[in-house]
C-alpha cells in the first residue's frame, strides 16, 4: 500500500467546502475578537510571545531576580501594542479604504495560479502588509504574499500571490486579508479582508494524437461545422453560459428577461457523442489520470467539431448538447473537478441513463479503471443501437484478454501524453 504521507501530514485538515465556508468565521463577537488578535500577530510577534512565555516560566521559579521585570516589559509592549490596535484601522478617515480580490475562478491541476489583491487607499504601500487564507492539504503557495506596490493599471496598490493545487477540488477558501503595520511590528491593525477566494481545480486534459471515433477520424466533423451556417435549425433559447460564442446571443430574450441569452441549434447531421466516466474504483494514481484522460477526450472531440450530447460522471448525468467547438469545455472541466471514486458500478442504472440519449449518436467513450464482463455487456448493448464503442483503461496492469476497441493506458503514458485512443 501506497502511503502519501503528504497527505497524512494533513490529515486533520478538512477540505473547504461551501458548508464549511458558511461556518467558518465564529458568530461569538467575543471569540471573532481574540481569533482577529491571533491572526493579526506578525512573525516578529511570535517569536517575542514564544519568549516572553518562557520567561515568565522563569521568572515564577526565580522570583527574586531580574527575570520578572524583562516579563513584564514585554507584556507591556504587547499590551501597548494591541491598545492601539484600533487607531490604526484601514477603513477610518474621510476616505476609507476598500479591497477586492482580482483571481481565475479555474485553475489547472498542478499549473500557477496567481492571485492579485487590489488595495484602493492613501495609505502609503510599505506601511500595508497582505495576509492569505489557509490552504488545504494539496495546496502549496509559491511564494509569499508579495509587498504592496503601486500599479498604473489598477486603481491603488496591489500585491500579487503565486498559488499551486496538486489535486481537483471545489473550494471555498478563506479571505485575503490587508492590515496596517504598527509600531514595534508585533501585530497589525485590525484587517479588511476581501471576498472569499473560490475557485474549481480541474484536471488537465490528457494530450491525444489520435480519437478513432465516427466523425474525427473521418474529418467530417470539422467539415460540418464549416457548412452549418445556414443548416441548423432553431431549437430554442437558454441563459448563456460561460464559454458561449457572442454570435449566438439573442437581443429579445435578453431584452424581455434582463438575462443574457443565447440561441441553441439542431442538425440532424451532426455528428455527436456520449462521453461515460466510470468513477467505481479507489482513489489513487490510476483514477487521476482516468479524470485527464476524460478531460482529454472531451477536449479532444469539441476541438475536432465533434458535438457532445451527453456527459456522465459517475452519479452526475449531465444531458446537454454542447455544440460544436470549445464552447462547452468548462462545464466539462467543472464536472470532472468534483468527481469521486465510487465503491459500486451499476450497469443497470448507468445503461438507462445512457439510452435514452443515443439517437443521433454516433459513438459512445467509456474512461474507465476497471475491465470486467458488465463493462463489455454495457459497451456492446450502445454498439446494437449504432453508437462505436471505444474505451480508455486506465491502470497498472493490463488484463490478459482485452476487445480491440479498449486502448489500456498506465497513468504514466497519460502524464507523458500523445495518447492515441
Request: overall charge positive.
Amino acid at each position: 500500500m501506497k502511503l502519501d504521507w503528504e497527505r497524512l501530514n494533513h490529515v486533520l485538515i478538512p477540505v473547504p467546502t461551501a458548508a464549511r465556508r458558511r461556518n467558518r468565521k465564529p458568530t461569538s463577537e467575543s471569540v471573532r475578537r481574540l481569533v482577529d488578535l491571533a491572526f493579526s500577530l506578525t512573525p516578529k510577534g511570535q517569536v517575542v510571545l514564544v519568549i516572553a512565555s518562557l520567561v515568565g516560566a522563569i521568572a515564577i521559579a526565580l522570583p527574586a531576580s531580574r527575570v520578572p521585570f524583562f516579563f513584564g516589559l514585554t507584556i507591556s509592549l504587547f499590551s501597548v501594542s494591541v491598545g492601539m490596535r484600533r487607531r490604526f484601522r484601514l477603513d477610518r478617515g474621510s476616505r476609507p479604504s476598500r479591497v477586492s480580490l482580482v483571481s481565475p475562478s479555474r485553475a489547472t491541476v498542478g499549473e500557477a495560479l496567481t492571485v492579485r489583491v487590489v488595495v484602493d487607499t492613501e495609505e502609503p504601500p510599505d506601511t500595508l502588509t497582505v495576509r492569505g487564507p489557509f490552504l488545504p492539504w494539496f495546496a502549496r503557495y509559491e511564494n509569499k504574499p508579495e509587498a504592496l506596490r503601486e500599479d498604473r493599471t489598477e486603481k491603488g496598490v496591489v500585491s500579487d500571490t503565486v498559488v499551486r493545487f496538486s489535486r481537483r477540488a471545489d473550494l471555498h477558501l478563506g479571505a485575503f486579508a490587508v492590515a496596517k503595520r504598527m509600531p514595534f511590528d508585533l501585530v497589525t491593525g485590525p484587517s479588511l479582508e476581501t471576498e472569499a477566494f473560490r475557485v474549481t481545480i480541474v484536471p488537465k486534459p490528457a494530450r491525444l494524437t489520435s480519437l478513432d471515433l465516427p466523425g474525427i477520424a473521418d474529418g467530417t466533423a470539422r467539415e460540418a461545422g464549416f457548412r452549418r451556417g445556414g443548416s441548423r435549425d432553431l431549437a430554442g433559447v437558454r441563459e448563456y453560459r460561460e464559454g458561449d460564442r457572442v454570435r449566438d446571443l439573442c437581443a429579445r430574450a435578453w431584452a424581455r428577461t434582463g438575462i443574457p441569452h443565447v440561441r441553441e441549434y439542431d442538425d440532424p447531421e451532426e455528428a455527436r457523442a456520449v462521453v461515460v466516466v466510470d468513477t467505481h474504483g479507489e482513489e489513487g494514481d490510476a483514477f487521476e489520470a482516468a479524470m485527464s484522460v476524460a478531460a482529454g477526450v472531451s477536449e479532444t472531440c469539441l476541438a475536432s467539431g465533434l458535438a457532445l450530447r451527453l456527459v456522465v460522471v459517475g452519479d452526475a448525468v449531465h444531458p446537454f448538447d454542447i455544440g460544436r467547438g470549445r464552447e462547452g469545455r468548462f462545464t466539462v472541466l467543472d464536472a470532472l473537478a468534483v468527481a469521486e471514486p465510487s465503491k459500486v458500478f451499476d450497469r443497470a442504472r448507468l445503461e438507462a441513463r445512457v439510452m435514452p440519449h443515443l439517437r443521433g449518436v454516433s459513438g459512445v467513450v467509456l474512461v474507465t479503471t476497471k475491465w470486467d464482463e458488465d463493462r463489455a455487456a454495457l459497451m456492446r448493448k450502445f454498439s446494437v443501437h449504432g453508437a462505436v464503442p471505444r474505451v480508455a483503461l486506465v491502470g497498472d496492469r493490463r488484463p490478459a484478454t482485452l476487445p480491440a476497441y479498449v486502448r489500456f493506458v498506465r497513468p504514466s503514458e497519460v502524464a507523458s501524453g500523445g495518447l492515441a485512443l
